[in-house]
């Protein structure tokens, strides 16, 4: 498990920054993406398994046209996970979580 969060931070708040997102709203869905990705139960959707994807994402940047949009997709591919494990799916299963919707609406891009 990752132990120090500070380059995964680092590396949310540059992105955030790219995307004009305010300081404060950055701050706020750091907070919010490492709570989530730090949530007991979670099997493989964790801070590290986003640091491998970030790595990996590096290294196939030249391959890459629009890296912002994968990172950011990267960050919140799975935010919302609510495991259910079942007798035919042993591992947890992603659940849609209602509230996530109305909360993602406070992360505003001006670029976009």
């Known amino acids: 498990m990752v132990q120090d969060t500070t380059a995964l931070r ?22 919010e993406l490492s709570d989530r ?3 007991p139960g ?5 801070l590290d398994h986003l640091r491998e ?3 990996l994402s590096d290294a196939h940047a030249r391959e890459i046209e629009e890296r912002d949009a994968l990172e950011l997709a990267i960050w919140f591919h799975d935010i919302v996970y ?16 209602p509230h996530t919707h109305t909360h993602t609406r406070s992360l505003s891009f001006s670029s976009y």
């Open 37 to 39: 990705y730090s949530e």
């Open 82 to 97: 609510a495991s259910r494990p079942t007798h035919t799916h042993p591992h947890p299963i992603p659940q849609p979580i």
């Open 10 to 31: 680092k590396r949310w708040l540059a992105l955030a920054q790219r995307l004009t997102v305010a300081d404060g709203v950055a701050e706020r869905w750091w907070r």
């Open 42 to 46: 979670r099997y493989y959707h964790t």
């Open 53 to 55: 994807l970030l790595v």
